[in-house]
């Protein structure tokens, strides 16, 4: 059976049009979707990966799987119901010719290591890799599988979710305590507070920084501090544009106003022919 794989990108219009071919061979087949996979089995078997990984990459997931399910296993996490990554203070346009930004580093292998689901050793192995490597990592925690099932029709005949929920929530946990964390910096820092995402908060008052850099190390969570330069906040219809220099880089934030919606157009377009 002839098979074309993809390993540089998750090509959307590519997987598309594999699946309206496969429709056309008059034979059943299956979409298998994962957070960094699409595999389309069939006539032809096609799989598209955000990139190709190493062995070490996915041992390094089975010993973090290991711990953590072992931690399960004697204790019980609150479940995760509400996710967020980002909050933005309401603001009216403004600039500035400096902003401050504390990131935390490395934060959800920090959650995990001080909150004791993994061990010391687990977490200097997972802080030795490369920044994307153990992001990814930690976030095959949450992963689940999509299958939808055709039939020779090219109907959807079937459709299941494959999660682990007790991992995901695990993932959410980090996600969660990483929030809570930037909530307290903006309680901390009043006024002076612009946004956060994800593990990073910025602000205005450059002495504010002192303050949350004390609050950082007295809950065990390292940081690095840096000064943005040329800040500009606009609102648009439904996001805040966020634009700064750092160092020699242009980086934009484009933040919702309203609750974000996160939805692959692979997902989409197949939830469409259900």
């Not at 595999?39 to 069939?42: H, Y």
């Given at each position: 059976m002839k098979s074309i794989n993809y390993i540089d990108g998750l090509d959307?219009?590519?997987a598309k049009n594999a699946i309206e071919f496969l429709k056309t061979s008059r034979q059943p087949f299956q979409v298998i979707m994962t957070n960094y996979t699409i595999?389309?089995?069939?006539a032809i078997n096609y799989k598209f990966m955000?990139?190709?990984r190493s062995f070490k990459f996915f041992a390094m997931y089975n010993k973090l799987k290991k711990e953590v399910t072992d931690y399960l296993l004697k204790n019980e996490l609150p479940t995760c119901k509400n996710i967020y990554y980002y909050d933005i203070a309401p603001k009216p346009d403004f600039k500035a010719d400096k902003v401050f930004n504390v990131d935390l580093t490395a934060a959800y292998i920090h959650v995990l290591k001080n909150e004791k689901i993994i061990s010391p050793e687990l977490f200097d192995e997972l802080n030795a890799l490369e920044k994307q490597d153990r992001l990814s990592i930690v976030g095959m925690l949450a992963s689940k599988k999509s299958v939808y099932s055709?039939?020779?029709q090219g109907e959807i005949i079937n459709f299941e979710i494959i999660e682990n929920k007790a991992l995901r929530n695990v993932f959410f946990h980090c996600v969660n305590i990483t929030f809570l964390i930037m909530q307290e910096i903006k309680n901390l820092i009043g006024e002076s507070y612009i946004y956060s995402w994800v593990d990073g908060v910025y602000f205005t008052n450059e002495m504010d920084s002192f303050l949350i850099e004390d609050?950082?190390?007295s809950i065990n969570y390292p940081f690095k501090t840096e000064t943005l330069e040329n800040f500009i906040y606009k609102n648009e219809k439904e996001h805040v544009a966020i634009i700064f220099?750092?160092?020699i880089k242009t980086k934009t934030f484009n933040i919702p106003t309203k609750k974000n919606k996160f939805a692959a157009d692979i997902y989409n377009y197949l939830q469409k022919q259900i």
């Open positions: 959307v219009e590519k595999n389309i089995k069939g955000k990139q190709e055709f039939n020779d609050y950082l190390l220099d750092k160092g």
